[in-house]
């Protein structure tokens, strides 16, 4: 299936490898732009970024996806938008510029802790068990409906980097068979 991919952090690292792996045409990466690191300052690309460079797929790093984004996305046709912490709404005319829209993987179990930060905040109100939701973008924040669940246990001393780092590789998965059904039909 032709895709294209938007995402940042190292969160969204495994689903684009998992994509890529899975023979998937990842024909654009889409991530946020290089930024300051560090004391001095230096430009660094982000680790989607630094990942796609290594798999050779081509970036558009940007930190609006503008009419000029959306040009360039739709010139490729792709058949599926992905999006795993992207850190950017995806609007009108994007959200329709993939043949079957966008799916977003995002890190709570749905209609739970919607927006940014939802390990953090499921961690901060207690609870015991969190996951990650496959979902249909849609023009709300986070309220598409659902493809696909899985939930995991939340130990009593993780952290939210250790919950975060657990969910990425999971929601990899997830986010993988969520897409070869939806290229089934069966999705």
């Known amino acids: 299936m032709r ?15 998992r994509l890529h792996e899975d023979g998937h ?17 230096v430009l660094t690309p982000s680790p989607v970024a630094a990942e796609a460079e ?14 000029a984004a959306t040009a360039e996305i739709a010139a490729l046709a792709p058949e599926l938008g992905v999006i795993v912490a992207y850190g ?9 510029t993939p043949e079957r829209g966008w799916i977003n993987l995002h890190f709570s ?10 390990v953090q905040r499921s961690i901060m109100a207690g609870e015991s068990v969190t996951g990650a939701s496959v979902f249909q973008l849609e023009r709300g924040m986070d309220t598409g409906p659902v493809f696909s669940m899985e939930t995991r246990p939340t130990g009593a001393h993780e ?3 250790d919950v975060l780092g657990a969910l990425a590789t999971q929601g990899a998965d997830l986010l993988a068979r969520t897409v070869a059904g939806i290229a089934a039909g069966t999705a």
């Open 3 to 17: 895709v294209v991919f938007a995402g940042t952090p190292h969160a969204a690292v495994p689903s684009l490898v």
């Open 25 to 41: 045409d990842v024909a654009l990466v889409v991530t946020r732009a290089d930024a300051p690191v560090g004391r001095k300052r």
């Open 54 to 67: 290594r798999l050779g797929i081509p970036t558009l790093r940007t930190n609006r996806l503008d009419d």
């Open 88 to 96: 950017g709404l995806v609007r009108e005319p994007l959200l329709s």
């Open 109 to 118: 179990l749905l209609p739970r802790w919607r927006g940014a930060a939802p």
């Open 159 to 161: 952290t939210a980097g």
